[in-house]
C-alpha cells in the first residue's frame, strides 16, 4: 500500500475541508436549538430563535414597567380613601391594632360585674341564713357571721350584769332594791340587743340590696358598651376593609417588582 501511495491533489484537500466545515455547522447549529413542547407543535406556535431572549426580555421589562406604574396609581388612590375614612370616623393608630370590643373598658366592666356578682351571692347567703335563726341562735351567731362594735360592747355589758345579778341575788336575795335595779338594767340591756341585731340585719339587707342594684347597673353598662362596640366596629368596618385591599395592592406591587428585576437579569444577560 505503501508503495501504490499516490499524494492528495490539492483540489480533493479544499473539497474535503469544506465538507468537514458544512457538517460541523450544521450539527452546532442543530444543537443550540432549543427543543419545543409538545404543546407548542400541537399549537402551532413558532419555533423560539436563539437571538430573540434579549428582545423578549426588554418587552416584558416595558410590560412590566407600565403595570408597575399603574400599581402605583392605584396604591395611591387606595391609600387617599384610607386616610379619608380615618379622618372621618377619628380612629387612632391604637384603634388600627385594637379590636373594639375586647377593649380596656369592656374588660374592666366586666370584671366588676363578676366581682359584684360574687359578693351579692355571698351577702345574699348569710342574710337568709341569720334571718331564719332564732333570737338565742342569732345572739350566738351574729358576732361572728357579721361583726359590729356596737353590738360587741353590749354583749360585754349583758354579761357584767348578769354576773352582778347572780351575786346580787346570792347576798341578799330577790326583793332587795339593788336586785330589782340590775335586773331592771339587764332587761334594758336585752333590748337594746335585740334592737341592734334587727340593726345588724337590715344593715346586712340594705347592702345586699344595693349590691344588687350595682349588679344590674353593671349589668345594663356592659350590654350598651357591648352594644356600643359592635355599632362601632360595624361603622369602621369600610376602614379595615380599605386597609386590606391596600395592603394586597401592596403585596401585588412587591410581585411585580420581583417580576421586573427578574427580567432585566435576564436582558443583561442575553446581551
Do not use: C, W
Not at 334592737?195 to 353598662?221: H, I, P
Request: glycine share 4%.
Amino acid at each position: 500500500m505503501i508503495a501504490k501511495y499516490k499524494p492528495t491533489t490539492r483540489r480533493i484537500a479544499i473539497a474535503s475541508t469544506l465538507l468537514v466545515i458544512a457538517l460541523a455547522a450544521l450539527t452546532f447549529t442543530r444543537a443550540a436549538e432549543k427543543p419545543r413542547a409538545p404543546a407548542e407543535v400541537a399549537a402551532g406556535l413558532p419555533a423560539t430563535e436563539p437571538a430573540r431572549p434579549t428582545a423578549n426580555a426588554e418587552r416584558n421589562v416595558k410590560i412590566l414597567e407600565e403595570m408597575l406604574g399603574e400599581q402605583q396609581a392605584r396604591i395611591r388612590h387606595q391609600q387617599l380613601e384610607l386616610d379619608e375614612l380615618k379622618r372621618k370616623l377619628r380612629i387612632t393608630e391604637l384603634e388600627e391594632t385594637q379590636n373594639p370590643a375586647t377593649g380596656d373598658a369592656l374588660r374592666q366592666l366586666e370584671a366588676l360585674r363578676r366581682e359584684s356578682g360574687a359578693e351579692y351571692e355571698k351577702m345574699s347567703a348569710l342574710f337568709e341564713r341569720l334571718a331564719a335563726m332564732t333570737r338565742e341562735e342569732l345572739k350566738r351567731s351574729i358576732s361572728t357571721a357579721s361583726p359590729d362594735a356596737n353590738l360587741a360592747t353590749l354583749f360585754d355589758q349583758l354579761a357584767a350584769t348578769e354576773q352582778k345579778l347572780a351575786l346580787l341575788s346570792q347576798s341578799f336575795g330577790g326583793g332587795h332594791p339593788e336586785v330589782r335595779s340590775v335586773t331592771n338594767l339587764l332587761g334594758t340591756i336585752q333590748k337594746r340587743i335585740d334592737a341592734r341585731m334587727d340593726g345588724v340585719l337590715a344593715g346586712l339587707k340594705a347592702k345586699m340590696e344595693s349590691l344588687k342594684a350595682r349588679l344590674e347597673q353593671l349589668q345594663t353598662q356592659l350590654e350598651k358598651t357591648k352594644l356600643g362596640d359592635i355599632d362601632r366596629a360595624i361603622q369602621r368596618r369600610p376602614y379595615f376593609e380599605a386597609k386590606q385591599e391596600l395592603e394586597r395592592l401592596q403585596k401585588m406591587r412587591e410581585r411585580i417588582l420581583d417580576r421586573l428585576t427578574e427580567e432585566k437579569i435576564n436582558s443583561a444577560l442575553g446581551k
